[in-house]
């Protein structure tokens, strides 16, 4: 197990709030992901960070941010939330460098009204 | 643009059968091939994986077959269960691109008894 927390689980909020959703690893794995799925799209990457306040854009990353100031927490932000954010999202590590390989959290619901 | 193609979307396979998912790509930068299964409500798990220096991969029932000349690969689940029925993705990321995997749109599998 790598030690993956996501929090919250589920989350119901109205357009134009923020929200932050946290990702908490307890193993002091270099590398963080954001991906978020949607039906038909597979899961797509917000975001990445490849160690403390090293962070950069994936793939969906407009009206998106994240921040990484510790090892163990990366935080995604919705500044103003939107419908099209409603989706669920999926915090993922890299457990074994080199490898490719991706461990995901169990993920964040996230609807936006 | 889509790099990463997955079909079918939906499969449905008596138990004891063969089932399919085959996947195309683009960039031929992808060194790294992984499927990865999905249960409702969790996240997804690698469940196996292959680099193009290999043209297959067998690990229990599950087996990936490569075509690195025509940019395809698939997965082959033998002797299908019911407990095989979830949502299975393909993916690839290259080497020197920070493990970011890009995913297929996924196709949702049910073994019927």
């Known amino acids: 197990d790598a030690g993956i927390t996501q929090s919250p689980r589920h989350k119901v909020t109205e357009t134009g709030t923020p929200v932050t959703l946290r990702c908490h690893q307890t193993e002091n794995h270099r590398y963080m992901y954001w991906y978020r799925q949607d039906p038909g799209h597979g899961l797509r990457l917000i975001h990445y960070s490849y160690g403390v306040k090293d962070t950069d854009k994936g793939e969906v990353s407009d009206g998106y941010s994240v921040s990484r100031s510790k090892t163990e927490d990366f935080l995604l932000t919705l500044e103003s939330a939107t419908s099209s954010q409603t989706s669920v999202y999926f915090c993922a590590i890299t457990p074994r460098d080199g490898t490719g390989e991706l461990f995901f959290g169990e993920g964040s619901r996230l609807t936006v009204l | 643009q889509q790099q990463v193609k997955q079909s079918p979307q939906s499969l449905i396979v008596q138990k004891g059968g063969i089932s399919i998912i085959n996947c195309a790509y683009e960039n031929t930068a992808f060194d790294y091939f992984p499927w990865y299964q999905q249960f409702p409500g969790k996240g997804p798990a690698l469940l196996i994986a292959?680099?193009?220096?290999?043209s297959e991969k067998k690990e229990g029932r599950f087996t990936i077959s490569f075509n690195k000349s025509a940019k395809q690969f698939s997965l082959h689940i033998m002797d299908s269960q019911p407990g095989d029925s979830a949502t299975y993705f393909c993916a690839a990321s290259d080497s020197g691109g920070y493990n970011k995997l890009i995913f297929g749109a996924g196709t949702r599998l049910a073994v019927h008894p």
């Open positions: 292959i680099r193009p220096d290999v």
